[in-house]
């Protein structure tokens, strides 16, 4: 049998578009021979020196929350938590509308089988450190100017190239997530390729 080929998917919990994008590479995962590697940035670092509104900065206060409970969760359960974690974060933050709040993220756990203690890593700076190098890989990968989520896949030289994207709404399934894969590594796979982009007209659909 083929090795699966790895995906790496960095993701802030709080950002609908990543979650959007989240819901297609999965299933992609069902349809072509991949397999997503989940990591975390962070919407707070990534702004945190930039000239932005001060009610997005307020806002963005609260995206610290969930990715330090995720990466709370990876340190001490391992990388295969982070997944079902991240997905149900997003169902609840995002499907139903209840947003980045304790009491979603206290749910979510639950819902992933998790301790319910990992809360308490809400509010705290313990693995801070932990959430800016993996934000940092990502960043470093992609580059300065873009947002969540960050996807790395097959280059053409045999590595991995990352790309801002795809945002799609709503999420694409069966066959169209794989015309969406097909197409994604069919533009990595030229060296001076960077970006194409329209205006959204649509806010994403959770249905």
Known sequence: MSEKTPVDFWFDPLCPWAWMTSRWVLEVEKVRDIEVRWHVMSLAVLNEDKDIPQDYRDNL????APVRV????????????????????GTRFHNQ????TREAIAGALADAGLPADLIEYAD?????????????????????????????V???DGGQIAFFGPVVTPAPKGEEAAKLWDGTLMVASIPGFYEIKRTRTAAPSFD
Request: hydrophobic fraction near 40%.
């Open 61 to 64: 206060a609260k995206a610290w």
């Open 70 to 89: 995720v990466t709370a969760a990876q340190q001490k359960h391992g990388d295969e938590v982070v997944g079902e974690l991240y997905t149900a974060l």
């Open 97 to 100: 509308g209840l947003g980045a």
């Open 124 to 152: 705290s700076d313990t693995y801070d450190a932990e959430v800016r190098a993996s934000h940092k890989e990502g960043i470093d990968k992609v580059g300065q100017e873009v947002g969540t989520p960050v996807i790395a």
């Open 154 to 156: 097959p280059g053409a």
